[in-house]
């Protein structure tokens, strides 16, 4: 990402760009950072051409390129989803990989929102004369420095782990719900009890807090946060998806932890979670026994069938399932 501010900043742009990876908010950050700078100002629309979806052949996409600039020192090419990073559609990635490498003087590819073969000849040619920028979902450290900065430090660090930890990870929801938090809180200092006020915590979020008071026997607060989730909007059916779900992951960390004594780094590239995900899910499984915890994942799948076929009214089957574990 420093090399894209770099270009920018010096206006020396390179032949072709590839932005991707799994944190969305960047990925369309950095990408209108380019398509914001790339083509002069006053000219943008006629220097730039969009090409989204699987629907373009590499000759039209490369026919665009071939239009040298119209007042201005650069022409961008903007190729989204077009499934020429992966498998499926050989010929045009082929065709491409070649128009790549002879990319005219004054000529921008920005290629981006792709699934990534490394090993693909269009990856690999975009490399050699350009950056490819993979950019993940961001660790939890690098989310609170993100959000202090963002809120111009009105958010302590506790703070804004507290935020981080509430609101959830996913860096588009944590953006809003800052605004929202900034607007709630005016001039004054943000505090803990502001983000509680202001802000709507994340499914996941809910779903881990309502997990932990089961385990700590605290009916009243799992029953409390899921009657909250229910009057957000969240659908029943979906609720108990996601508890099945952190009871699944509770049982395969804790596994993973006593049978081969992975460390949470371990247990995070086996099960393809974030560290503190898995780190979280340690501390909350002691509170169940693994016995335990597959019972409650089989009876979760039970209550799934129940309710679908109309054996229970959704809203009760899930409370039963909530009643029955935080006892």
Same mark, same amino acid.
């Given at each position: 990402?420093?090399?894209?501010?770099?270009?920018?900043?010096?206006?020396?742009f390179k032949k072709a760009y590839l932005i991707y990876g799994e944190e969305d908010y960047l990925i369309k950050r950095y990408t209108e950072l380019l398509k914001k700078n790339?083509?002069?100002?006053?000219?943008?629309?006629?220097?730039?051409?969009?090409?989204?979806? *699987? =629907?373009?052949?590499?000759?039209?996409? @490369?026919?665009?390129?071939?239009?040298?600039?119209?007042?201005?020192?650069?022409?961008?090419?903007?190729?989204?989803?077009? !499934?020429?990073?992966?498998?499926? #559609?050989?010929?045009?990635? !082929?065709? +491409?990989?070649?128009?790549?490498?002879?990319?005219?003087? =004054?000529?921008?590819?920005?290629?981006?929102?792709?699934?990534?073969?490394?090993?693909?000849?269009?990856? %690999?040619?975009?490399?050699?004369? =350009?950056?490819?920028?993979?950019?993940?979902? #961001?660790?939890?450290?690098?989310? /609170?420095?993100?959000? %202090?900065? %963002?809120? @111009?430090?009105?958010?302590? !660090?506790?703070?804004?782990?507290?935020?981080?930890?509430?609101?959830?990870?996913? +860096?588009?929801?944590?953006?809003?719900?800052?605004?929202?938090?900034?607007?709630?809180?005016?001039?004054?200092?943000?505090?803990?009890?502001?983000?509680?006020?202001?802000?709507?915590?994340?499914?996941?979020?809910?779903?881990?807090?309502?997990?932990?008071?089961? @385990?700590?026997?605290?009916?009243?607060?799992?029953?409390? /946060?899921?009657?909250? +989730?229910?009057?957000?909007?969240?659908?029943?059916?979906?609720?108990?998806?996601? /508890?099945? #779900?952190?009871?699944?992951? +509770?049982?395969?960390? !804790?596994?993973?932890?006593?049978?081969?004594?992975?460390?949470?780094?371990?247990?995070?590239?086996?099960?393809?979670q974030r560290e503190f995900v898995v780190s979280s899910c340690l501390n909350q499984a002691k509170n169940f026994k693994i016995s335990v915890l597959m019972k409650a994942i089989?009876?979760?799948?039970?209550?799934?069938?129940?309710?679908?076929? =109309?054996? *229970?009214?959704?809203?009760?089957?899930?409370?039963?399932? *909530?009643?029955?574990?935080?006892?």
């Amino acid at each position: 990402m420093k090399e894209i501010e770099k270009d920018i900043e010096s206006r020396n742009f390179k032949k072709a760009y590839l932005i991707y990876g799994e944190e969305d908010y960047l990925i369309k950050r950095y990408t209108e950072l380019l398509k914001k700078n790339v083509p002069d100002e006053a000219n943008a629309v006629m220097n730039t051409d969009v090409f989204e979806g *699987i =629907g373009y052949s590499a000759e039209k996409i @490369g026919a665009a390129g071939d239009t040298a600039p119209f007042f201005s020192e650069y022409r961008l090419i903007v190729v989204s989803n077009s !499934g020429l990073f992966k498998e499926g #559609r050989k010929a045009d990635t !082929g065709e +491409m990989a070649e128009i790549v490498k002879n990319i005219p003087d =004054g000529c921008v590819y920005l290629f981006t929102n792709e699934k990534v073969d490394k090993r693909n000849s269009l990856y %690999k040619a975009v490399k050699k004369v =350009g950056y490819c920028c993979e950019i993940n979902y #961001r660790k939890s450290d690098e989310l /609170i420095s993100w959000v %202090k900065e %963002k809120s @111009g430090n009105r958010l302590e !660090g506790s703070t804004a782990a507290y935020f981080v930890r509430n609101i959830g990870t996913d +860096m588009t929801h944590l953006a809003v719900e800052l605004d929202k938090l900034t607007a709630y809180a005016g001039n004054n200092k943000i505090t803990n009890r502001d983000i509680d006020i202001a802000c709507t915590k994340s499914a996941e979020v809910n779903i881990f807090n309502m997990v932990a008071a089961i @385990g700590m026997k605290n009916t009243e607060k799992a029953l409390e /946060i899921y009657n909250n +989730m229910i009057f957000e909007g969240e659908e029943p059916i979906g609720i108990l998806s996601m /508890i099945a #779900r952190q009871f699944r992951l +509770m049982l395969q960390c !804790g596994y993973l932890q006593v049978k081969y004594k992975y460390n949470a780094k371990q247990i995070s590239a086996e099960l393809k979670q974030r560290e503190f995900v898995v780190s979280s899910c340690l501390n909350q499984a002691k509170n169940f026994k693994i016995s335990v915890l597959m019972k409650a994942i089989e009876d979760c799948a039970q209550c799934d069938t129940n309710i679908k076929s =109309g054996i *229970i009214a959704p809203k009760l089957g899930v409370e039963l399932i *909530i009643l029955r574990y935080s006892k």
